[in-house]
């Protein structure tokens, strides 16, 4: 089945990639169910398997047929955030948001602890280990973004920081691919644009150019390009609220 353009599917990810025909999509931009975070009343939903293995070999499941329908010079982005382990009492453990009570109080979460080979407590990684399982299926990870986040939730913790970013992974599938760098390019800063200045006419060593230095030692002519610096690996971004 070739998929209309401008269409919204609704239904199980890996049923509805597995209908698409290969290398048909150019970018994936997606943010799939946090382990153990929250309960969508869906049969066989992403995010309430038994442990986090059992978690992250469902996503990348569903992320080898995405890699197969995703164009040779295509790009995949994925935001995925973190759990807490609190062994019997469920996967989220602490610092539960209003958005998670309702899951809070079921006895799916309450049963479910999902990182027994875990301390009790700690954060158990899962992005992480998302991006190393999907590194062993060949993925190519360039970047792991960070998506800091000024109005983040509060936290009824009191013996740790309040989280307040989250992880945007960068996947290809080939080494060549479609990325417009000047599309994203930031303004040059006020300290780029003085060292600049300060570096023309010197040689690698940093010393000026003149007639006692060795001929060798050619100045450096150094230029900024116009349109913008290389952007930073990290995005300031508000939430909704």
């Known amino acids: 089945m070739k998929p ?18 290969n290398e048909f ?3 994936v931009i997606t943010s799939p169910p946090y382990f153990q975070m929250r309960d969508y009343g869906v049969d066989g939903q992403i995010g309430l398997e038994k442990t986090y293995q059992e978690y992250i070999a469902k996503l990348v499941a569903v992320f080898n047929e995405v890699k197969r329908v995703l164009k040779k010079d295509g790009t ?12 019997s009492k469920g996967g989220s ?19 479910r602890g999902g990182g027994q080979d875990l301390s009790e407590k700690s954060a158990m990684l899962i992005p992480e280990r998302f991006a190393i399982a999907m590194v062993e299926e060949k993925w190519i ?11 983040a939730m509060p936290e009824s913790v009191q ?20 990325f417009e760098l000047d599309a994203i390019r930031t303004p040059h800063k006020q300290i780029s644009i003085d060292r600049n ?5 010197k040689n690698a060593l940093g010393i000026n150019v003149n007639s006692i230095t060795k001929p060798s ?11 913008g610096a290389v952007p930073p690996d990290y995005f300031v971004v508000n939430t909704n609220s």
């Open 4 to 21: 209309e353009i401008n269409k919204i599917y609704c239904g199980d990810a890996l049923k509805i990639l597995k209908s698409w025909p």
């Open 76 to 87: 995949c982005f994925v935001n995925l955030g973190d759990t807490y382990n609190s062994g």
């Open 217 to 227: 030692d050619s100045p450096r002519k150094i230029t900024l390009i116009p349109l």
């Open 141 to 151: 990870l360039r970047n792991k973004l960070i998506w800091v986040k000024p109005n």
């Open 25 to 27: 999509v150019d970018c």
């Open 159 to 178: 013996d740790r920081w309040k989280r307040a970013h989250e992880y945007i992974f960068f996947f290809v599938k080939n080494k060549k691919y479609y």
């Open 197 to 201: 200045k300060y570096e023309q006419g």
């Open 93 to 111: 453990g602490e610092g539960e948001t209003t958005n998670n009570l309702q899951f809070a109080k079921t006895k799916e979460h309450q049963r």
